[in-house]
């Protein structure tokens, strides 16, 4: 029940020995993660205690996969180190990088996002909040406690609606949460994730939770209409965003209507995705599409 992320998963920090990076492993390593070392070249050789846990911390991440068989890496550096953390993430191999970091700059995040791809890395994010496949394991940031294992796979640009929507829809659960992050440049699109979902046995429903700025869920809708079976339901931050007014997210630009929440809900209901006006008003969508679906089963 879990798309990129399962309880299997093998996770290096990247800067772990941090601030942030030893709060959010812990909470990481609370809710079940394997994480099975750190990232930090001036600390090779180093241990990193956290409650029961020890946990060794590398110079590299080569060193750390060829230690412990990684296959996911957390990114916590800062701005100004993050190419140089994910380049050499891919170079080693890694099959999963989350980027947490964010005020990246863009040319930075095109550069590292093209070359983690010819190397067959997935990149989610950067300025994400990561993903989380609840009961399994939690990649990032995202609180482990506000829902449980379900059926409903959740891909988001913003971190504060996915954790509304989980826990609003916490009598459900869900399969994986995917926080895909609010810039302009992203390695993994709301397009990959309905894909996965969509291959996902365990994945009953999909919701969609996009916003105002650029075209990625005008062309998630496209990619619904002609390849997802699935119900969808969406979500648009933004509907009240006073005109040419720069919101908080980097990829929340509009011109003209292009970009519009307007625009965004009509290009998901024209296929097929009901679209909720607010968070509250989206998960009783689900849950009345949930109704449905099932009702249709049991004939």
């Known amino acids: 029940m879990a798309i990129y992320l399962t309880k299997e998963s093998k996770v290096l920090v990247q800067g772990m020995t941090g601030g942030e990076g030893m709060k959010h492993t812990r909470r990481m390593l609370a809710a079940g993660t394997n994480v099975v070392g750190g990232v930090n070249p001036r600390k090779a050789g180093a241990t990193a205690d956290f409650d029961e846990r020890t946990v060794p911390v590398f110079g590299t991440v080569a060193e750390g996969i060829h230690a412990t068989d990684a296959d996911v890496t957390v990114v916590f550096v800062p701005p100004a180190f993050a190419k140089a953390a994910v380049v050499e993430a891919a170079d080693a191999g890694i099959g999963l990088a989350v980027v947490i970091t964010e005020g990246i700059p863009v040319h930075d995040s095109v550069a590292f996002t093209t070359y983690a791809k010819e190397k067959g890395t997935r990149i989610i994010g950067p300025n994400c909040p990561g993903l989380i496949t609840p009961g399994q394991s939690n990649a990032g940031i995202i609180p482990a406690d506000i829902t449980k294992p379900g059926r409903i796979g959740l891909v988001s640009k913003s971190g504060t609606l996915t954790y509304q929507l989980m826990y609003e829809l916490r009598d459900i659960g869900f399969s994986t949460c995917v926080g895909i992050g609010g810039d302009p440049v ?3 699109t709301h397009i990959d994730c309905l894909a996965a ?10 919701v969609l939770i996009g916003e105002i700025g650029g075209d990625a869920e005008e062309r998630a809708a496209a990619y619904v209409r002609e390849h997802v079976t699935k119900p969808v339901v969406g979500y648009i931050a933004g509907f009240t965003a006073p005109e040419g007014r720069t919101m908080g ?3 929340a630009i509009v011109s003209g209507t292009s970009g519009t929440a307007q625009a965004k809900k009509e290009a998901l209901e024209a296929a097929g995705v009901r679209v909720g006006g607010t968070p509250t008003e989206t998960a009783k969508l689900v849950l009345a599409r949930l109704e449905e679906q099932r009702s249709v089963t049991h004939g």
């Open 186 to 188: 992203v390695g993994t």
């Open 197 to 206: 979902f969509q291959d996902d046995p365990d994945t009953e429903l999909i």
């Open 249 to 251: 997210h980097a990829g």
